[in-house]
């Protein structure tokens, strides 16, 4: 078994940054690819941000391309999401995501395990 916890979300104005983190624990040598889902009110989960075990590989959904980015630590079992130039369509709450594949998927029914997610929230 895995445990995710993420941390670093809150509220910012449109422009800002903010950094999450996402801390694994447990059986984190089955943990290969590493991702980040948000999910608004009213909204389907969707696929942020994918990583390789390694971090050679990344993925990124096109709203956020260019002003986030994905990294991992394996040393301290840590996901990171590096979110710039924030708007308020990015309001949402924020989950981290692992699953024992190796190559990065942005279905949500292929990740094996997922943090209870934290609140990122962006003003005008």
């Known amino acids: 078994q895995v445990q995710l916890v993420e941390s670093g979300g809150g509220l910012v104005q449109a422009g800002g940054s903010l950094r999450l983190s996402c801390a694994a624990s447990g059986r984190t040598r089955t943990m290969n690819v590493m991702g980040w889902f948000r999910q608004a009110p009213g909204k389907e989960r969707e696929f942020v941000a994918g990583?390789?075990?390694?971090?050679?590989?990344?993925s990124y959904a096109d709203s956020v391309k260019g002003r986030f980015t994905i990294s991992r630590d394996n040393a301290v079992n840590t996901v990171y999401l590096q979110m710039n130039s924030l708007k308020p369509e990015d309001t949402a709450v924020y989950y981290c995501a692992a699953t024992e594949r190796y190559t990065i998927t942005v279905l949500t029914d292929l990740y094996d395990y997922w943090g209870q997610g934290t609140q990122v929230t962006v003003s005008s």
């Open positions: 990583i390789s075990w390694s971090g050679a590989s990344t």
